[in-house]
């Protein structure tokens, strides 16, 4: 939660100052481009972890920390995504951290932006919290 927090300020200070500077540019209705974690689908500034090999099936797409896939759901199709990774993509500019228990526990695995692969024998199906540093 600590790093959801240190973020956030940080994503908005970005919103406003692009609506600030459409506002001085006098531009009407300008859009912001915004990752929208956990609607199934890898936006910009998201780290994604998927449910089949090769980056397929279910995609459980994040923006912010998460301490426990135990709580989560895969967006679109439901049901728990705990141990469930085969492959991920970090489409973020930060590097993720992954852990095979909730809370950082158990063996930690880094991503680094712009990767893409399937999941080592170490973390196949067994990812169950992932961190972003900023
Ligand atoms: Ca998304």
Not at 96 to 106: K, P
Request: glycine share 10%; proline share 4%.
């Amino acid at each position: 939660m600590l790093a959801n927090r240190h973020r956030l300020p940080h994503r908005l200070i970005t919103a406003l100052l692009a609506l600030a500077t459409a506002a001085v540019l006098g531009l009407t209705g300008a859009a912001t481009a915004t990752a929208t974690e956990l609607n199934g689908t890898t936006d910009n500034g998201e780290f994604s972890l998927y449910s089949g090999p090769d980056t397929t099936a279910m995609v459980l797409d994040l923006y912010t920390s998460k301490d426990n896939f135990g709580y989560l759901s895969w967006p679109v199709y439901g049901g728990n995504p705990n141990d469930r990774n085969e492959s991920y993509w970090n489409n973020d500019s930060y590097t993720w951290h992954v852990y095979t228990d909730a809370n950082r526990g158990g063996r930690h695995g880094w991503v680094s932006p712009g990767v893409m692969s399937n999941a080592s024998s170490t973390f196949r199906r067994q990812v169950s919290s992932a961190y972003y540093t900023g």
